[in-house]
């Protein structure tokens, strides 16, 4: 065949094999069942169920870790206040203390002021 002797039905049939070529790039394969689909499946969850797991035992730890900050701060605030309170109990037994000895003084001096007296 001399390639200058090309009919319009050649040139048609060339285009439509190219076409159909083009198109068959598209179409779908035939799928290849995987061997490991099942094992990859359980791998896949056992995967998930252990990400879980440390995240929810993260999460717990972050948890307690608040709880035990906020024990504590809630023994710190009572601490404080049982220190607060035994120095107040403390200045008002030092405060009676004096009231006691400056009475005391006061007594001895009307004392000493009557025995001069007599």
Not at 13 to 30: E, I, V, Y
Not at 85 to 98: D, F, I, S, V
């Amino acid at each position: 065949m001399n390639p200058l002797d090309i009919r319009h039905s050649d040139r048609l049939k060339t285009a439509a094999d190219a076409k159909a070529a083009l198109l068959a790039k598209f179409k779908p394969r035939a799928a290849s069942v995987d061997p490991l689909f099942a094992e990859r499946a359980t791998l896949r969850a056992e995967e998930l169920a252990q990400v879980r797991k440390l995240r929810a035992d993260a999460k717990a730890a972050i948890k307690q870790a608040a709880a035990d900050a906020e024990t504590a701060r809630i023994e710190a605030q009572a601490a404080l206040e049982a220190e607060a309170l035994t120095a107040k109990r403390g200045e008002r037994k030092e405060r009676k203390a004096l009231s006691a000895a400056d009475a005391k003084a006061k007594r001895d001096q009307r004392y000493a002021a009557r025995k001069a007296r007599n």
